[in-house]
């Protein structure tokens, strides 16, 4: 089965840029999405199809994929970004995430 | 406002059946394909299901199938997971999420609060 691997956790001084990897085999063919989630609430989905920000998500959020890896990246990063990242892709006729990434804005 | 609302947690003994429900609103349900995504507490995100538009196309998770059955009523605005044999592994939140564009493995742009599931004796 697919697999999508994460860094448990990763650390950002604030007003910097943080960037967020997503390894999986040939992923860059694939459809990556991204997902924020805070304690104690449902995720909410920060990049789709790669690079697409939905509306509401501001410009310092964007992503890429290509290759083994995808990235979220975090343009001046504030306080309010710490939480759980989480990758995403379709594989055949499954969803597969990966296990989450720990944002720490120091 | 668009709201996928979750209901049917507890906390039920192994080996017993729970029918969780999302209840959605502000849309036409019947436009999207929807999922179950689970999270065992101090965990990370599990897919659970999928469900077509119609109901009739349905994929699972291995870690559920034969025991998870999704459905929905799209009369009713409304999504199933029917559990059955439950174990103390399936304790987790139950979101449902829809697929924001049909037949494109698209993100899950929508997800409701979740419900609780706690499986113990």
């Known amino acids: 089965s697919y697999e999508l691997t994460q860094p448990l956790s990763v650390s950002v001084a604030l007003g910097q840029t943080a960037t967020i990897a997503c390894e999986g085999n040939?992923?860059?063919?694939?459809?990556v999405h991204w997902y924020q989630q805070k304690p104690g609430q449902a995720p909410v989905v920060v990049m789709y199809?790669?690079?697409r920000r939905p509306s509401g998500i501001p410009e310092r959020f964007s992503g890429s994929n290509s290759g083994n890896t995808a990235t979220l990246t975090i343009a001046r990063a504030q306080a309010g970004d710490e939480a759980d990242y989480y990758c995403q892709v379709w594989d055949a006729s499954s969803v597969v995430f990966g296990g989450g990434a720990k944002l720490i804005v120091l | 406002e668009v709201l996928l609302v979750e209901s049917g947690g507890g906390l039920v003994q192994p080996g017993g059946s729970l029918r969780l429900s999302c209840a959605a609103s502000g849309f036409t349900f019947n436009d999207y394909e929807m999922n179950w995504v689970r999270q065992a507490p101090g965990k990370g995100l599990e897919w659970v299901s999928y469900?077509?538009?119609?109901?009739?196309?349905?994929f699972y998770a291995d870690s559920v199938k034969g025991r998870f059955t999704t459905s929905r009523d799209n009369a009713k605005n409304s999504l199933f997971l029917q559990i059955n044999r439950l174990r103390v592994e399936d304790t987790a939140v139950y979101y449902c999420?829809?697929?924001?564009?049909?037949?494109?493995?698209?993100?899950?742009?929508?997800w409701g609060q979740g419900t609780m599931l706690i499986v113990s004796s």
């Open positions: 999420a829809r697929e924001r564009n049909s037949g494109s493995t698209d993100a899950f742009d929508i």
């Open positions: 469900i077509s538009r119609s109901g009739t196309t349905l």
């Open positions: 199809k790669d690079n």
């Open positions: 040939n992923i860059g063919i694939k459809n």
